[in-house]
């Protein structure tokens, strides 16, 4: 169910329905990213380089390869607090261009059934918002535990794979559900909605290809939505009636 959802939204990464959303998402990723690598560059040429220059004359000549090393070690830096950011980029992004994707999905995959709606702009906007407080300080966690060996790649798949999983499912899922019902929905499918966010978190660790992680995460999430749904007797989507025969279980 999983790997199908996976797939089906693989597939709809480059669909003729999801161009304009598809240049959207890339768009915007791109800008935001290059603005925060801006960012970053000048708070580290504000506050971390004049503390390093001052330390400079104490330095002795035959030490001089220590500037060129420190200019490599701030470089790797800025590059890793960038790709640290994508997670919470993608949980905001996601919050723009969510119901685009799941629009497009539910025409193509499910024409049959009901078409979910969208939440009010400012619900939205304040769920995003929320969630990216969230995503931001799980990721600090993440970044301290870089730091210890065996444990650093682990934490960000798991700190990642609940957080953008758990946002992108209650998201989808607030297209047909009350917010309170979304949630009970994902607490009670917690196991496979991780696992399906782990997904999301390999799909985030592939450079590059993960700027595309809002559209991919988005379309993972509203297919399994589907699925699950289709096949809980006790939580009934109404509006399904037997579209997407590929998701059936």
Avoid: C
Wanted: hydrophobic content about 60%.
């Amino acid at each position: 169910m999983i790997l199908e959802a996976a797939r089906l939204s693989l597939v709809n990464l480059f669909a003729p329905e999801t161009r304009s959303v598809f240049w959207k998402v890339l768009g915007l990723t791109i800008l935001v990213l290059i603005g925060l690598w801006f960012a970053l560059r000048e708070i580290f040429a504000l506050y971390i380089w004049p503390y390093f220059a001052q330390l400079m004359p104490t330095v002795p000549d035959w030490a001089g390869w220590l500037t060129f090393l420190f200019a490599i070690v701030a470089g790797i830096g800025l590059a890793l607090g960038l790709a640290l950011l994508i997670a919470p980029i993608t949980a905001l992004i996601a919050g723009l261009f969510l119901d685009d994707v799941a629009e497009v999905v539910e025409k193509r995959d499910y024409a049959s059934d009901t078409p979910g709606t969208a939440l009010p702009l400012g619900r939205a906007i304040l769920e995003s918002v929320q969630f990216l407080g969230v995503v931001i300080v799980g990721n600090i966690i993440a970044l301290f535990l870089l730091f210890i060996p065996g444990v650093n790649l682990v934490a960000f798949f798991l700190v990642n794979g609940y957080l953008l999983g758990r946002e992108f499912f209650e998201f989808a899922a607030m297209r047909f559900r009350t917010p309170p019902e979304a949630k009970a929905f994902r607490q009670k499918h917690k196991g496979t909605v991780f696992l399906a966010g782990l997904l999301i978190a390999a799909f985030l660790a592939i450079p590059f290809v993960n700027l595309l992680t809002p559209l991919f995460a988005a379309g993972l999430m509203v297919h399994l939505h589907k699925a699950i749904s289709r096949r809980d007797p006790s939580f009934t989507l109404v509006g399904q009636t037997g579209s997407a025969n590929h998701l059936r279980g």
